[in-house]
């Protein structure tokens, strides 16, 4: 008598499988290829809201790509600091602040306030930062 075996479906095959992983992984280190990586770190009740401007930014943004790499608006509290790395080829601003290619902004929000102002990381060209 034959061994009774269960079947929900046919087996991927293992070039199948190959490909659906890779697939996957494009899928992955395309969204890590992205703008901007903005990370949020939170140490003792601070947080660090860290970015990176990838080469090509302005590039893709004057071809009419819509690049959104900070929120309209960003929320923040007393004491949080805002990091941003450009490796950009050009200078870009984020509200008041304005970050040359190269450089980084570091800033640590004091006192509870809004700032608003223009913003090149951003697809409506203005940022408001609410400080809590």
């Known amino acids: 008598m034959p061994d009774a075996t ?10 199948s499988r190959s490909r659906w992983q890779s697939a996957a992984l494009m899928l992955l280190l395309l969204a890590g290829v992205g703008a901007v ?12 809201i860290r970015g990176e401007v990838a080469t090509g930014t302005a590039e893709r943004i ?11 608006t960003l929320e923040v509290q007393v004491g949080d600091r805002l990091e941003i790395v450009n490796h950009d080829t050009a200078t870009h601003e984020v509200g008041p602040y304005v970050v040359a290619p190269g450089q980084t902004l570091r800033q ?11 913003c090149t990381l951003h ?5 408001r930062i609410v400080v809590r």
Not at 6 to 15: A, E, I, K, N
Not at 37 to 48: D, F, K, Q, Y
Request: charged share 20%; hydrophobic share 35%; proline share 12%.
């Open 6 to 15: 269960r079947s929900d479906g046919p087996t991927p095959s293992p070039r």
């Open 62 to 72: 004057a071809a009419g790509e819509a690049v959104e790499l900070l929120p309209r």
């Open 108 to 118: 640590t929000f004091t006192p509870a306030g809004v700032l608003e102002g223009a």
């Open 37 to 48: 990586g903005l990370a949020v770190r939170s140490t003792l009740g601070t947080e660090e």
């Open 123 to 127: 697809p409506s060209g203005a940022i």
